[in-house]
Nanobody
């Protein structure tokens, strides 16, 4: 069973950067599964942000974050990262990492079987 724990959220000024981390606390996902990041702003539906396949060779981003966010993974540490640069107030949301039971990238929530508890990111001056 995969158990995901996010960290790294916080308050940052517009234009600033944050790096989110997501660790599999039971050290089970290793290189078997793709990983994804989603976010949910207050009053809005949860949306896809980025995903990476099992070996890290392929990534996919939502148009709204392309060129500003970078997803990466370290399978030896059972951890996936989301580097967020040039942050905007519209990026304010709870960010969730998730894993589908497949090695290939997925963008739809329904494809994801395991979810973290979320970490708050607030972009404000």
């Amino acid at each position: 069973q995969v158990q995901l724990v996010e960290s790294g959220g916080g308050l940052v000024q517009p234009g600033g950067s944050l790096r989110l981390s997501c660790a599999d606390s039971r050290r089970t996902f290793s290189s078997y599964y793709a990983m994804g990041w989603f976010r949910q702003a207050s009053g809005k539906e949860r949306e896809f942000v980025a995903a990476i396949n099992s070996n890290g060779a392929s990534t996919l981003y939502a148009d709204s974050v392309k060129g500003r966010f970078t997803i990466s993974r370290d399978n030896a540490k059972n951890t996936v990262y989301l580097q967020m640069n040039s942050l905007k107030p519209d990026d304010t949301a709870v960010y969730y990492c998730a894993a589908p039971p497949t090695a290939s990238i997925a963008t739809r929530e329904a494809r994801y079987a395991w979810w973290g508890q979320g970490t708050q990111v607030t972009v404000s001056s």
